[in-house]
């Protein structure tokens, strides 16, 4: 088992920051990439941005490239999302999960991941 504790959200104002962190325990040997997921009322969970701890590779769903940037410091078993300009369309729980390696999704595949923070509200507004 793997316990994912999500924290660092809040309300912002539009082109505001925010920066989520992530913090992992237990099992944690098993884990092999975090990925933020996000998901807005009326609308399904979308992948946001991932890392891997090892090698520390990192990809973003478009919408929110260039904006957000995801890095990992593996001594806390902690990872962060740092989220810049913020658009109200960026309002949503986000999610932090956890995958172990697999030969049958990508890492922006939430099918993928086998652990699940409780989730942590950011609301930005206009």
């Known amino acids: 088992q793997v316990q994912l504790v999500e924290s660092g959200g809040g309300l912002v104002q539009a082109g505001g920051s925010l920066r989520l962190s992530c913090t992992a325990s237990g099992r944690t040997f098993s884990s092999y990439a975090m990925g933020w997921f996000r998901q807005a009322p009326g609308k399904e969970r979308e992948f946001v941005a991932t890392i891997r701890w090892s090698a520390g590779n990192t990809y973003y769903a478009d919408s929110v490239k260039g904006r957000f940037t995801i890095s990992r410091d593996n001594a806390r078993n902690t990872v962060y999302l740092q989220m810049n300009s913020l658009k109200p369309e960026d309002t949503a729980v986000y999610y932090c999960?956890?995958?172990?390696?697999?030969?049958?999704?990508?890492?922006?595949?939430?099918?993928?991941?086998?652990?699940w923070g409780q989730g942590t509200q950011v609301t930005v507004s206009s």
């Open positions: 999960a956890t995958r172990a390696p697999s030969p049958y999704y990508r890492d922006y595949d939430m099918r993928g991941y086998n652990y």
